[in-house]
């Protein structure tokens, strides 16, 4: 819907025009900058086939819109990377089918064929976090104020990213420490044994047990130990203790580490500050608010999307909430209580959102939740349900710490913004998939069944069609 003022923008790029700013655009130039070399590496064939006679005249919509899928490709690819790197045992096999099936998620692959930011966004985002994977910071921060050049709302996945790796740097270090005395320890032992040889008898199989006790130590700086470590993680608050005093015994390790990052942020709340707001263009249409009904809203979408894997949580939801009645019970109530609360005092419709009804939002918000006035009400235990499923999914692999996180990145991204735009859930949705533990083909071949489903409706209706605005006086929206 944005392409009016994208492709315009960008056009102005190809001739050399930087100045000139269209005042309804609200995020940073970074997309336009990226399709420059990607129209460039294009213009010697197209000029030697006599298609163009200058560079500008190259930047078609076409042309601009086709740079997306160069960044979906690239995408793809750091999904192919952080799989192999987070999960090396999945397997080169696996891990490219995982990739093929996230090319595939609908919210992903639509805006792959149209001139918007979120593609590039996307990997922008996914590189920052491959980086840091490696303990590239420089490079990862980098790469985050690349992100950040794209979509100013990616500062929170910087800090997201930021914050889990320094937390991994932590542990990491703990357990090589503990590794390294482990090992020492060992020697000590052997050398008093050796030492005490002389003066007592050794019974014959006493080498074999401790050669097996030196083997069975962990190295669990891996990616791999880490997951398997996870299943026997303390609670929440027991690791926010351990992480002080790491951090504390760590902190000029971890500040000249991550300095890079604060850097970064620094420059970005000038900038904020300069500017007067978060966008650039449109501020009145896009003020910060209270929206945490959207919260809820992505939750839904996002176990949709994963609609095999959350089913099977049910289950293991239900099992723990039998094994911890009374506890069970007070959590789900206050679950319960802050969906009812989320819904009715912080659900907003954006002007936006009803004046044009060429979004699946306007639809669903028409139709659904708009149908009766209990619907909203109705749908808040299936709210519920999608965030248990999730927290549920991510706690099998990863820290306490680490969803907790991950849950606060996602309310800073999505509860400021009015309107509903289910393409702002990509980006937690891939870090959402990327870290669930589900291996089996037929859960992978249903979510692409799905996917595929999705993509063919949404394309035919895009293709097959057509709308046009309807002139009338005092109407603004498109007509089928």
Same mark, same amino acid.
């Given at each position: 819907m944005d392409e009016i003022f994208h492709v315009p923008q960008a056009q102005k790029y190809c001739n050399g025009d930087f100045r000139s700013w269209n005042p309804m655009i609200t995020t940073p130039p970074g997309l336009y900058y990226l399709s420059l070399p990607h129209v460039a590496s294009l213009f010697p064939g197209m000029?030697? %086939?006599?298609?163009?006679?200058?560079?500008?005249?190259?930047?078609?919509?076409?042309?601009? =819109?086709?740079?997306?899928?160069?960044?979906?490709?690239?995408?793809?690819? @750091?999904?192919?990377?952080? %799989?192999?790197?987070? =999960?090396?045992?999945?397997?080169? =096999?696996?891990?490219?089918?995982?990739s093929v099936l996230m090319a @595939?998620?609908?919210?992903?692959?639509?805006?792959t064929f149209l001139f918007y930011t979120d593609v590039a966004s996307l990997g922008a985002v996914l590189a920052m976090y491959l980086a840091c994977l490696k303990r590239q910071y420089w490079l990862s921060a980098m790469l985050g104020a690349l992100s950040i050049f794209i979509r100013q709302t990616n500062v929170v996945w910087m800090l997201f990213?930021?914050?889990?790796?320094?937390?991994?740097? %932590?542990?990491?270090? !703990?357990?090589?420490?503990?590794?390294?005395?482990?090992? !020492?320890?060992?020697?000590?032992?052997?050398d008093s044994l050796n030492a005490g040889q002389k003066s007592m008898p050794r019974p014959p199989n006493i080498r074999r047990r401790k050669m097996d006790s030196s083997k069975s130590t962990v190295d669990?700086?891996?990616?791999?130990? !880490?997951?398997?470590?996870?299943?026997f993680s303390p609670g929440l608050l027991n690791e926010f203790q351990v992480i002080l005093v790491l951090l504390w015994s760590s902190k000029w390790k971890i500040l000249t580490s991550f300095f890079p990052f604060i850097v970064v942020l620094a420059m970005f709340i000038s900038f904020v500050i300069w500017n007067g707001s978060l966008v650039l263009g449109a501020k009145e249409a896009h003020t910060a608010s209270t929206h945490f009904a959207q919260m809820m809203y992505f939750s839904l979408v996002s176990a949709a999307a994963m609609a095999p894997v959350s089913l099977c949580q049910f289950a293991h939801i239900w099992q723990y909430f039998w094994k911890n009645k009374l506890s069970g019970v007070l959590q789900g109530l206050v679950a319960l209580i802050a969906g009812f609360i989320s819904v009715h005092f912080f659900s907003i419709a954006h002007p936006y959102l009803l004046a044009d009804n060429r979004h699946y939002p306007f639809y669903l918000w028409r139709k659904v939740i708009n149908a009766h006035w209990l619907m909203k009400y109705l749908l808040v235990p299936l709210y519920i349900y999608s965030w248990l499923s999730i927290i549920k999914t991510l706690g099998k692999t990863q820290r306490k710490i680490w969803v907790l996180l991950f849950v606060l990145a996602c309310a800073a991204v999505l509860v400021p913004s009015p309107l509903i735009e289910f393409r702002y859930y990509t980006i937690p949705f891939f870090f959402l998939v990327l870290h669930s533990d589900f291996e089996d083909y037929i859960s992978w071949g249903l979510m692409g069944m799905i996917y595929l489903s999705v993509n063919i409706f949404t394309m035919a209706i895009f293709l097959f069609?057509?709308?046009?605005?309807?002139?009338?006086?005092?109407?603004? =929206?498109?007509?089928w």
């Open positions: 000029w030697f %086939l006599n298609k163009i006679s200058s560079f500008s005249g190259l930047c078609s919509t076409a042309v601009l =819109r086709s740079a997306n899928g160069t960044f979906a490709v690239i995408c793809s690819v @750091l999904v192919y990377e952080i %799989l192999m790197h987070l =999960r090396p045992v999945l397997g080169k =096999r696996k891990a490219t089918a995982y @595939l998620y609908p919210l992903h692959w639509f805006f990213v930021a914050s889990v790796g320094a937390i991994d740097y %932590l542990f990491d270090t !703990r357990q090589k420490d503990h590794v390294q005395k482990e090992g !020492r320890k060992i020697l000590t032992d052997k669990y700086s891996t990616p791999q130990s !880490r997951i398997v470590s996870n299943s069609l057509p709308f046009h605005w309807d002139h009338e006086p005092g109407i603004q =929206r498109f007509i």
